[in-house]
C-alpha cells in the first residue's frame, strides 16, 4: 500500500510543474495587459505605460518572470494581486472555506440523492420512474446554470419568499469568522438565529451548484449498476440464496462504487468550474467569482497562483480518490 | 460561565434588534468589491463609493447634486489675479476618525493636506511606495504632476498651491475622489510600525462615515462618523452587500434585503418601476457615447464624408433598440446636464437621401470602412456591437460597405488610440469632475493625439478657445468660449454624437433624502430610512 501511495505521489512533481507553466502562461497568452486596463478610455502616455510595466516588473523577458515565480513559489510566497496588493494566499484562504462550504454542501447533496436515485433506475429499469429520473438528469445535466439559478432566485425567494436572495449570512448577524465556514461560525458566535440564517443562505446555491454532479452521478451508478447486476457472480449470489438486499447492497453496489467514486472525485474540478457562476449569481465571496474579477482584470499574480492553488486541490482530491480505489478495489492496489 | 456570557450577549443583540433603540441600518447593494481603501491608487467608481466617499473628505466638494464646487475641509479659498496661486483657509477642529486601530492625536492641518498630494505627485516622499508597485492613475491622468509647482504650508490652517501655468480647471479636480485628504499622522504611525500596507486596508478620514469591517468580496460596514464636520448622517449603520449580478440586486431590493441599488438592468427597470414599494430615480448621466473618424485618414479627412456619414445613421432608432429608452440622442460633446451645453446648435438630420448626396460631391464612390465595437458594456454604451449593426444596416442604405471589428477590451483601448488606424471607433466618456474642459480638453484636443483623442482630430481654432478656456477661471467667460468651440465641433464632426445614457438608481419608499449624484457617485450622508 505504501509502494501504491509513494507511486501516486511521484506523479504530482511533475503534474505541478506543468501546471505553474500553464498557469503562468494562460493569462498571459490573453490579448491586452493589466496596465491598459487600468488605464481605461483616458488611455496613458507611452512612457508612463514603460514606467508602470517596468514597476510592476513584466517588462522583462518572460522566461525571467517565470524563474522568478517559481523560485518565489518554492519559498511559499504565491506573490500579491496587482489591483488590491493583498497577498495572493492570504485572499484564497479567506475565500476558500466559502467555496468549500458551498462545495460540500453541494457535492453531499449530489450523492445522497444521485446514488439511490441511480441505483433505484437500474433495479427498476425501463420503469416510469426509471425514465423520468434520467429524463430529469438528462435536463439538469444541459441546465445553463445562470438561468437555472436566476429561475430559482425569482421562484423561492422572490415569489415564495422562502430562501434569501443571496449572501452568506443575514446582515443583521455581525460576528467575528476564525473559520471562515459560516456554519460553524455561526454556530460559534452564540448569536440566536444565526446557525439558521446561515443555512437557509445556502440551500439555493447548494442546489444549483449540485445540478449537474447530481445528473452526471445518478446517471453513471446508474450504468455501472447495470452493467454490474448483469455478471455472473450477482447471479451466482442470488442463485446461492442471499437476500436481495444482501446482493445489491454488498455485491453489487461494491463493485458498481468504483466508477462511481471516479466520477465524484471528477465532479470535483466541475463543481470549482460551477462555483464561478453559481458563486456570481449569489454573491457568494469565494474563489470562484475572485478568478473571474481577477482574470477580467487581468491580475496576472492573482490568476497564476489561483489556478495552480485550484489545480492543486483538485489534484490532491484526484490522489485520494485514486488511494480509496484502492482501499475498495485490491486489484489496482496490485497493479 | 462562557455558555452564560454568550446568552447574554446574544440576548443583547436580539434586545437591540427588536427593543426601540434599534439602530437605524441602510443596507446599499453595490455592484462589486473595492479595489482598496486609499482612493488615490484607483480610478473605478465602485472603490470610491466605498472609500472617498463615504470615509474621506476633501478640500472641496460638489454640492449633492450638482458639479457645483462649495467648501469641503477648506472653509474658504483665493485665486490670485494670475491664476497661479491658490489659498485654501482649512476648517478648524476637523478630526480625523477614531477607530479601533487609530486615535488621532490632532486635528487636520496643512501637513496633512501637503502630505495627501506630495504622496502621489513626488517619488521621493516615503509614502509613494507605501505597497511596491503602486500608482497614482488619477493624479497623473489628470496632468496634476505637471501642473502643481509647489504646495506650501502658510501657517497650521493654510495652505498655498502654486501652479506652472493658469489653469481653471484644478479647483474641480480637487473635488475628485484622488484629492481626498488623508491623515499624515496615521501615515507615519503605520510606517514607524513596518504596517503602511494597512493604510489600504484600514482607512481613516474626515468623512461621514467610518470604515468598521470588511468581508472580501461580500460586506463592507461602517458606522456614522460621531466626529465629522458636516451635518451628521441621519443613519447609525451604513453596509454595502456586495452583489455583481444586475437582476439579483433587483431580487434583493424588492426581498428588501437591501434599500437602495445602483445600475439596475434595463430590462428589470419597468418592473421595478411599477413595483408599489419602490421609488425609482433618474437622472441623465454625465457622459456621451460617440464614433470617432480617424480623421487623419481618407477619405474621412474630408469633413463632408464625416457630416454625410453622421447623415446616414438613424441614432433615435439605436436609443430605441439599444437602450429601450434609457438614452437621449447626443448632439454635443458635453451631456446636457454641465454648465456651458449648447443648446443652441442644430444636430445633423437623419436624411439618407442628403448624405449619399453629399458622398457624391465628395468623389467618394463604393466606400469601405470598419466600424469598431467594444466588446465590454459601459455606462454610456450597453451594448456596442449592436449599435454597429444598426449602423452598419444605416451605411448599407447609401451604398456604405461597413464591417465590424472588436478587439479585447484593453486591446481595444490601445489600438483604437492608433494614428494610422483604420476605422472609426465607438467609445464614450464619463465625465469626472463635471468641467467641460474635462470632456473637450481629453477627448478633442490637439495634444490627445495619439491617446484618448481616439478622432485624431486637431483644430486650431477649436484649441484656442480651449485654452483661452482653461486659462481664465471668470466661469461666464469660460462659458461662451465652450459654446463657441462646440459650434466649431459640430461643423466639422469629428464624431458621429451618439447619445447620453439615462442613470437609474431605484430605491425602497423607506430610503428619503438621496440625492442623485451627475458624477455618478452614491453619496448616503443625508439619507435617512424611516420604518
Known amino acids: 500500500m505504501i509502494k501504491f501511495i509513494l507511486g501516486r505521489l511521484s506523479y504530482l512533481i511533475p503534474t505541478f510543474i506543468g501546471i505553474t507553466i500553464v498557469a503562468f502562461g494562460f493569462v498571459r497568452i490573453l490579448p491586452g495587459d493589466p496596465v491598459l486596463l487600468m488605464a481605461g478610455e483616458r488611455g496613458m502616455t507611452p512612457e508612463h505605460y514603460a514606467d508602470m510595466m517596468q514597476r510592476l516588473g513584466f517588462d522583462r523577458p518572460i522566461w525571467q518572470q517565470y524563474l522568478e515565480y517559481l523560485w518565489k513559489l518554492l519559498h511559499g510566497n504565491f506573490g500579491d494581486s496587482i489591483v488590491t496588493k493583498q497577498p495572493v494566499l492570504s485572499d484564497f484562504l479567506t475565500l476558500f472555506p466559502a467555496t468549500l462550504e458551498l462545495a460540500f454542501c453541494a457535492i453531499i447533496i449530489a450523492v445522497v440523492i444521485g446514488v439511490p436515485v441511480g441505483v433505484l433506475a437500474a433495479l427498476k429499469r425501463g420503469s416510469w420512474f426509471d425514465q423520468t429520473t434520467m429524463t430529469a438528469a438528462l435536463v439538469g445535466y444541459s441546465m445553463p446554470i445562470f438561468w437555472w439559478g436566476l429561475l430559482l432566485i425569482i421562484f423561492f425567494s422572490g415569489i415564495l419568499g422562502w430562501t434569501p436572495v443571496s449572501g452568506r449570512i443575514s446582515l443583521l448577524y455581525y460576528f467575528p469568522t476564525p473559520t471562515g465556514f459560516m456554519l460553524i461560525d455561526s454556530l460559534l458566535s452564540g448569536q440566536k438565529g444565526a446557525f439558521a440564517s446561515a443555512a437557509s443562505h445556502l440551500v439555493l446555491p447548494s442546489i444549483v451548484l449540485a445540478t449537474i454532479p447530481l445528473a452526471v452521478i445518478a446517471r453513471q451508478t446508474r450504468s455501472a449498476m447495470l452493467e454490474v447486476l448483469g455478471e455472473d457472480y450477482v447471479r451466482t449470489a442470488r442463485a446461492k440464496g442471499l437476500s436481495p438486499r444482501r446482493v445489491v447492497g454488498v455485491h453489487a453496489l461494491r463493485n458498481a462504487m468504483i466508477p462511481v467514486i471516479t466520477t465524484i472525485g471528477l465532479q470535483v474540478g466541475v463543481l470549482m468550474a460551477g462555483a464561478i457562476l453559481t458563486e456570481t449569481i449569489f454573491s457568494w465571496p469565494g474563489i470562484g467569482k475572485w478568478m473571474v474579477d481577477s482574470i477580467s482584470r487581468r491580475d496576472y499574480p492573482v490568476v497564476q497562483s489561483g489556478l495552480l492553488l485550484i489545480a492543486g486541490i483538485v489534484m490532491i482530491v484526484n490522489l485520494v480518490v485514486d488511494l480509496l480505489y484502492g482501499l475498495i478495489n485490491p486489484r489496482i492496489r496490485h497493479s | ?531
Open chain 2, 1 to 531: 460561565m462562557k455558555l452564560r456570557n454568550t446568552l447574554l450577549a446574544a440576548s443583547a443583540v436580539m434586545a437591540m434588534l427588536a427593543g426601540g433603540v434599534q439602530a437605524k441600518t441602510l443596507v446599499y447593494c453595490s455592484e462589486g468589491s473595492p479595489e482598496g481603501f486609499d482612493p488615490a491608487p484607483y480610478t473605478a467608481g465602485t472603490t470610491f463609493d466605498a472609500s472617498s466617499r463615504t470615509i474621506y473628505s476633501r478640500l472641496v466638494e460638489f454640492a449633492p447634486g450638482t458639479t457645483n464646487l462649495v467648501p469641503g475641509l477648506a472653509e474658504s479659498w483665493t485665486i490670485s489675479d494670475d491664476g497661479l496661486e491658490y489659498t485654501f483657509k482649512l476648517r478648524p477642529g476637523v478630526k480625523f476618525q477614531t477607530t479601533d486601530y487609530f486615535t488621532p492625536t490632532r486635528d487636520l492641518n496643512a501637513d496633512d493636506v501637503i502630505f495627501s498630494f506630495d504622496r502621489q505627485g513626488n517619488k521621493d516622499n516615503p509614502f509613494n511606495q507605501y505597497v511596491p508597485g503602486v500608482s497614482y492613475e488619477y493624479y497623473t491622468g489628470m496632468g496634476l504632476d505637471s501642473m502643481i509647482k509647489s504646495i506650501e504650508k502658510v501657517d497650521d490652517l493654510t495652505v498655498k498651491f502654486t501652479l506652472n501655468a493658469p489653469n481653471a480647471p484644478f479647483l474641480a479636480d480637487l473635488g475628485m475622489d484622488f484629492a481626498s485628504i488623508v491623515s499624515k499622522e496615521y501615515a507615519d504611525k503605520l510606517m514607524a510600525e513596518g504596517k503602511a500596507a494597512d493604510f489600504n486596508n484600514q482607512p481613516i478620514g474626515t468623512g461621514p462615515f467610518q470604515f468598521v469591517a470588511y468581508q472580501k468580496d461580500a460586506v463592507i460596514r461602517y458606522k456614522a462618523n460621531p466626529d465629522y464636520f458636516g451635518t451628521k448622517p441621519h443613519i447609525d449603520d451604513l453596509v454595502f452587500a456586495i452583489t455583481t449580478d444586475a437582476a439579483v440586486r433587483a431580487q434583493k431590493l424588492r426581498a428588501n434585503e437591501c434599500q437602495i441599488m445602483p445600475y439596475p438592468a434595463p430590462a428589470d427597470i419597468d418592473g421595478l418601476k411599477a413595483d408599489p414599494n419602490l421609488t425609482m430615480m433618474e437622472q441623465p448621466g454625465l457622459n456621451v457615447a460617440y464614433l470617432a473618424y480617424n480623421t487623419q485618414v481618407a477619405p474621412f479627412d474630408d469633413v463632408r464624408v464625416r457630416k454625410a456619414l453622421n447623415m446616414a445613421i438613424n441614432k433615435q432608432a439605436i436609443i430605441d433598440a439599444v437602450f429601450q429608452g434609457t438614452g437621449i440622442v447626443a448632439k454635443n460633446p458635453i451631456p446636457p446636464t454641465m454648465w456651458s451645453y449648447n443648446d443652441a446648435i442644430k444636430d445633423d438630420p437623419y436624411d439618407p437621401e442628403a448624405a449619399k448626396q453629399m458622398l457624391a460631391d465628395a468623389g467618394v464612390t463604393d466606400l469601405h470602412m470598419k466600424i469598431w465595437a467594444m466588446p465590454v458594456q459601459r455606462p454610456y454604451m450597453p451594448n456596442a456591437r449592436r449599435t454597429a449593426e444598426l449602423m452598419q444596416a444605416d451605411l448599407a442604405k447609401i451604398g456604405v460597405t461597413a464591417d465590424i471589428v472588436s478587439y479585447e477590451w484593453g486591446e481595444y483601448l490601445k489600438k483604437s488610440t492608433d494614428v494610422n488606424r483604420d476605422g472609426a471607433v465607438i467609445l464614450g466618456w464619463t465625465g469626472d469632475n463635471g468641467d467641460p474642459d474635462n470632456f473637450m480638453n481629453v477627448l478633442l484636443s490637439c495634444n490627445g493625439i495619439g491617446g484618448s483623442n481616439r478622432a485624431q482630430w486637431c483644430d486650431k481654432d477649436f484649441q484656442a478657445l480651449l485654452d483661452k478656456a482653461a486659462a481664465t477661471s471668470d466661469v461666464a467667460e469660460r462659458t461662451k468660449l465652450y459654446e463657441q468651440a462646440q459650434v466649431i465641433f459640430k461643423e466639422q464632426a469629428p464624431w458621429l454624437t451618439i447619445d447620453h445614457s439615462t442613470v437609474f438608481m431605484p430605491m425602497s419608499n423607506k430610503v428619503t433624502g438621496y440625492v442623485m449624484s451627475p458624477l455618478g457617485s452614491h453619496d448616503f450622508s443625508n439619507v435617512d430610512i424611516t420604518e
